[in-house]
């Protein structure tokens, strides 16, 4: 007679319990098998950005103590989480240093960008905020030029006649001397 070592006298399991296995087998499948068949992967609002000097900035939505949404950004550096950011998002690094664009996540009605240079370990403003933070609370797109010296802030269509803004970096963070 062929005895299963998984059930105990009197109907106990022992051991793993293969109920569950197709259920397990079915999830294995669509996360490992389905990306490699070059399926959609279901959207996020995790985005991932790199810069020149092998820094990746990760933005992630979160819930702050008091339940509000916030954004969060972890900085790696050689395959090691460096630094967390509370309450930004990160938009895009510089195309010529490790200088990071963010734009403010938190529960307020007046979010602005700033500047942070992650080359030089700076990973959060002290001070006057009106001193850093630039650009409108509705600029949602942005881009660099080719050399970093400028960023341009694009508003919400129709939310605004404002032309978009063009900001110098070095007015609001020191880029060193290269």
């Given at each position: 007679?062929?005895?299963?070592?998984c059930?105990?006298p009197?109907g106990?399991?022992r051991?793993r319990d293969?109920r569950?296995?197709?259920?397990i087998?079915?999830?294995v499948?669509s996360?490992?098998?389905i990306p490699?068949?070059?399926?959609?992967?279901?959207k996020?609002s995790?985005?991932?950005v790199a810069?020149?000097g092998g820094?990746?900035?990760?933005?992630?939505?979160?819930?702050n103590?008091?339940?509000?949404p916030?954004?969060r950004?972890?900085?790696?550096k050689d395959?090691?989480?460096?630094?967390?950011i509370k309450?930004?998002?990160?938009?895009?690094?510089?195309?010529?240093a490790?200088?990071?664009?963010?734009k403010?996540?938190i529960?307020?009605d007046?979010?602005r960008h700033y500047f942070l240079n992650i080359?030089?370990?700076e990973?959060?403003?002290?001070g006057?905020?009106?001193s850093y933070?630039f650009?409108?609370?509705y600029?949602?797109?942005?881009?660099?030029?080719?050399?970093?010296?400028?960023?341009?802030?694009?508003?919400?269509?129709g939310?605004?006649?404002d032309?978009?803004?063009?900001i110098?970096v070095?007015?609001?963070?020191?880029v060193g001397s290269?």
């Amino acid at each position: 007679m062929f005895k299963n070592p998984c059930i105990r006298p009197g109907g106990a399991r022992r051991g793993r319990d293969m109920r569950h296995f197709p259920a397990i087998a079915i999830l294995v499948f669509s996360q490992l098998a389905i990306p490699a068949l070059g399926a959609e992967e279901p959207k996020s609002s995790h985005k991932k950005v790199a810069s020149p000097g092998g820094y990746i900035a990760h933005s992630f939505l979160t819930t702050n103590a008091d339940g509000e949404p916030e954004g969060r950004v972890l900085i790696e550096k050689d395959g090691r989480v460096i630094a967390t950011i509370k309450g930004v998002f990160a938009d895009s690094f510089s195309p010529k240093a490790d200088i990071l664009l963010v734009k403010e996540a938190i529960a307020d009605d007046d979010l602005r960008h700033y500047f942070l240079n992650i080359g030089e370990g700076e990973f959060k403003k002290e001070g006057d905020r009106a001193s850093y933070v630039f650009g409108s609370r509705y600029a949602t797109k942005s881009a660099w030029s080719d050399d970093g010296k400028y960023v341009v802030l694009f508003d919400f269509p129709g939310i605004t006649e404002d032309p978009p803004a063009v900001i110098k970096v070095s007015d609001f963070v020191n880029v060193g001397s290269g």
